[in-house]
């Protein structure tokens, strides 16, 4: 892949994202300066702010991974953008007074103390997930300073929660873990085309006899963008399932597979 020259930072590369400062009054100075572009701009752009995040982690790649070869994969490590942002990560058994029964604390932000807890109870990926997710809110939430979540099966079920600023942070876990480019980068390679329209003759290359499930599956469901995420060969190319290189869950690449055009079940 590509190696980025330190010597030479990249032209017009304008960073939106800020490491927050830990003094209380600089704390409020951000807040207000925040609290402002929020009114001026109320509309939040979790791809836009993903993408800002890692081209600011692409660009300071020679202090966060030194003396390593980065591959453009490698900036959609939450653990890196929380660190960048100047965050401990710590892991461990969370539990919360208010929590609902079945349910599980998934995570949390301490601003002031630079904490992102995630619990330890979680999947490899929905700890992924859940990281992204609260680096999101970090970055575009930056009124929040104790936060915490609570996360069924993970997060990476495709709930729609009510408050909007939890489905602007899921949307951003989406947009960093899986960055549109790299994923249409990705699927071409694996599939060979620009983008897949779910017929009987890509549902046979998909499933073989099980082909008619998917054309019997309910109109516009994520049947067919499941089948592809998790997909290990597609006319005579074998590759690995893009669910597992992003090291995501079937559903968060579902999701990013129709968000970005790349799969349709219909039109
Ligand atoms: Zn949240």
């Known amino acids: 892949m590509v190696r980025h020259n330190c010597s030479t930072p990249r032209k017009n590369t304008t960073c939106s994202v800020r490491v927050p400062p830990r003094t209380p009054y600089l704390a409020f100075l951000l807040a207000v300066r925040y609290s402002a572009q929020m009114i001026v701009a109320p509309t939040i752009d979790p791809e836009k702010c993903a993408r800002d995040l890692q081209l600011e982690l692409w660009d300071r ?57 995630v619990s330890e109870q979680l999947s490899p990926r929905s700890k992924r997930f859940t990281l992204a997710h609260e680096v999101g809110h970090v970055v575009m939430h930056p009124g929040i300073h104790h936060h915490r979540e609570i996360a069924m099966d993970g997060m990476t079920e495709p709930y729609e929660p009510a408050d909007p600023k939890e489905r602007q942070a899921n949307h951003f876990a989406g947009c960093f873990l899986v960055p549109a480019k790299q994923l249409r980068r990705a699927f071409n390679a694996a599939f060979g085309v620009e983008s897949l329209k779910l017929t009987d003759d890509v549902a046979f290359e998909l499933l073989g006899a099980n082909f008619t499930s998917l054309m019997n599956s309910a109109y516009d469901s994520p049947a067919f963008s499941r089948v592809v995420a998790r997909a290990p060969r597609f006319r005579g190319r074998h590759f690995q399932p893009l669910h597992d290189l992003f090291q995501v869950s079937v559903t968060t690449m579902a999701i990013r597979l129709r968000q970005t055009g790349l799969v349709r079940s219909v039109g």
């Not at 591959?71 to 609902?100: I, N």
Request: aromatic share 8%; net charge negative.
């Open 61 to 117: 790649q020679c202090s966060l991974w030194p003396g390593e070869l980065v591959t453009p994969l490698d900036v959609c490590d939450p653990w890196v953008a929380a660190h960048y942002l100047d965050f401990t990560v710590k892991e461990g058994q969370l539990s919360s007074p208010t929590m609902r029964a079945g349910r599980e604390l998934g995570g949390f932000i301490n601003r002031i103390g630079g904490v992102i807890a």
